[in-house]
């Protein structure tokens, strides 16, 4: 594959006012349904704000380089997809903790698998990560899917123009025989489209079409100008600009489809734990089925999800 993915796998954030929050939205009852899992492939998170007492079931580190608390490229336990508290909020390492906080306010009953991926140095910077980082991560998620009850998979990092052409996406078999395998365990695997403005293409891993690509909209539940489209490949919506708590519990302004993502995938793992017997396709049918109809000036038509209709759905 194309070597600029060793270089880097990168999740944008874009700071943006907002008028409306994921949770608002969404009056979830957990009285019907067993307590749905996701796993988050992310940077790193703050297990200690409030709102993740008793989210957060486990977590692991995967990465390419021995820069696990451990010294190792692997870690599982508790502190495994921790930093030390000068590091959390530098040089993107927040991101986890935003997306996680997604994910809660998405759904106030789910449990977080949280999987660090993205390996620090010894002075607190980012190292690259590339395609053997996604499905090492992936295998991970496989081998402890039953353990956790894991139902969806967030990685809201990607990376765009890694292939000239008209066929764009590159081959990655290993990647994509890892998301088959989930997918045959009725696992969705969510991929953000990304966010450069981009109507023709989107981001790897997005743009693999066994996994599930995510674009953003607006509050007003029109597509958002920033999030890259194909209209082959695109398949669901959800709301990228919203808030989210990050490092220290401060509440912030967020907007990418990274927080549309790990939105889509909550809704995902929601819809399962409360309709058990729906298999991968009729989940995805049923989120289709049910989706809200939005566009924009440059994208005619797309499936915004639709959590409290697939739910009732």
């Known amino acids: 594959m194309n070597k600029k993915i060793i270089t880097a796998l990168v999740a944008l954030v874009i700071a943006l006012p907002t008028t409306a929050t994921a ?20 940077t790193a998170i703050d297990t200690s704000l409030p709102i993740f007492k008793d989210k957060i079931i486990y977590e692991a580190c995967v990465v390419q380089w021995s820069s696990c608390p451990n010294g190792l490229s692997v870690m599982e336990g508790p502190g495994s997809a921790t930093l030390k508290t000068e590091w ?12 996680s906080s997604l994910a809660v306010a998405t759904n106030p009953n789910i449990n977080i698998v949280f999987v660090k991926i993205i390996g620090t140095n010894i002075n607190g910077l980012r190292q690259a990560a ?3 980082t996604v499905y090492n991560a ?52 969510f991929f953000p489209t990304g966010n450069t403005r981009d109507y ?5 891993p997005a743009c693999i079409p066994s996994a599930i690509a995510i674009g953003a909209t607006m509050p007003t539940q029109t597509v958002a100008i920033y999030s890259n489209y194909d209209p082959k490949l695109t398949d669901f919506f959800a709301q990228g600009t919203t808030q989210a708590v990050t ?23 929601t819809i399962k734990a409360h309709k058990p017997q729906l298999n991968y396709n009729q989940i995805y049918d049923l989120i289709a089925k049910t989706s809200i109809n939005t566009s924009s000036s440059r994208v005619t038509s797309g499936k915004l999800i639709n959590l409290n209709g697939a739910l009732n759905g």
């Open 138 to 189: 992936l295998e991970w998620v496989i081998q402890n899917k039953n353990k956790f009850n894991i139902q969806a998979v967030s990685m809201s990092q990607g990376h765009h123009n890694l292939v000239t052409g008209s066929d764009y996406c590159p081959k990655t078999p290993v990647t994509e025989s890892k998301i088959e395998t989930l997918k045959s365990m009725d696992v969705g695997v």
């Open 130 to 132: 590339g395609e053997p």
């Open 247 to 269: 490092v220290g519990g401060k509440t912030i302004n967020v907007a990418g489809t990274s927080s549309a993502t790990v939105i889509a995938a909550t809704s995902w793992a």
């Open 88 to 99: 959390l909020s530098k040089n993107g390492f927040d991101h986890g903790t935003q997306m």
């Open 200 to 204: 023709s293409r989107i981001d790897w």
């Open 23 to 42: 949770a608002s939205k969404n009056n979830i009852s957990n009285k019907s349904a067993q307590i749905p899992t996701i796993a988050i492939l992310d």
